[in-house]
């Protein structure tokens, strides 16, 4: 087992280099929101802007863009009942907040056969591939599946302890040659190869739209050029870092996503001394 502590960290972390552009960090696209859960595409959203992702274009649908005008006016938006053209896009994320009904699933089958950029598979998108386990076989080695226990669980069957929710993380990503984050206490992440425990994070991001803000962190990772398996590391260990930093000001209970969100910064900062 490998601990991403800050050494490892800081062995794989890239510096912004001081004459780019936007362009030079990738164009992100999020699948993400629905009528009653836009919530989860504005945090995803806002949390990849700050992980330094150059663009970040956001796939809902029409009804909701106010919701993105006055809350991300950084961000991008296309509408859901568009024809939409993804070849400028260099990663992907879908799940959080999408809904599981038909159009949900529609959108999770036209990604596998549409995308071959490295994508995140979260939330909902999760929920949808356990209910159509012949989905699976179209995961690309580009994929990063970022589960939580009960989503596992439901994707690859009961289990009675973590250990035997890892081993099985660890078969399952070699088995799909995908990158598997099982998202906890000490999140773990594999590749099917090698086995790593993150050792930053605390009882403050039990909270909802933690998973959605993490699910951004790393499309940001991917859409700037870190490989899935090192955007995984990047994206868990600052995410964490940033609610171990929010509690310098907050208390677990206290902490919101947003809290940790703004903290990306001092996370940053951190990880470039």
């Keep these: 087992m490998i601990t991403v502590d800050l050494n490892y960290i800081q062995n794989i972390f890239k510096n912004r280099l001081i004459d780019s552009n936007k362009s030079n960090h990738g164009h992100a696209l999020l699948l993400a929101g629905s009528k009653s859960k836009m919530g989860a595409a504005l945090i995803s ?25 006055t809350s991300i006016p950084e961000a991008m938006i296309e509408f859901r009942e568009d024809k939409n053209n993804w070849e400028k896009y260099t990663a992907f994320a879908i799940g959080p907040g999408l809904g599981t009904d038909k159009q949900a699933e529609h959108k999770v089958n036209l990604v596998l056969d549409k995308l071959t950029i490295p994508g995140v598979f979260d939330a909902d998108a999760v929920s949808i591939l356990a209910k159509n386990q012949l989905l699976l076989q179209k995961l690309t080695t580009t994929t990063i599946l970022t589960p939580h226990q009960v989503e596992f669980d439901r994707l690859f069957g009961q289990h009675q302890s973590e250990l035997e929710r890892r081993n099985k993380a660890f078969d399952k990503a070699k088995e799909l040659g ?13 590749d099917g190869a090698l086995r790593f425990q993150n050792s930053t994070g605390n009882s403050g991001l039990a909270k909802g739209g933690s998973g959605d803000a993490l699910t951004g962190i790393i499309t940001a990772f991917l859409a700037q050029g870190y490989t899935t398996l090192h955007a995984s590391l990047l994206g868990v260990y600052v995410h964490g870092l940033a609610a171990d930093i929010t509690l310098e000001s907050q208390s677990h209970e206290s902490m919101l996503i947003s809290d940790v969100i703004d903290n990306l910064g001092k996370a940053f900062y951190q990880i470039q001394k």
């Design 178 to 190: 995908v990158i598997i984050v099982l998202k906890g206490h000490q999140t773990f992440i594999t």
């Design 45 to 69: 959203s806002k949390a990849c802007l700050r992980a330094g992702a150059g663009l970040v274009t956001i796939h809902i649908p029409k009804k909701e863009r106010i919701a993105v005008f």
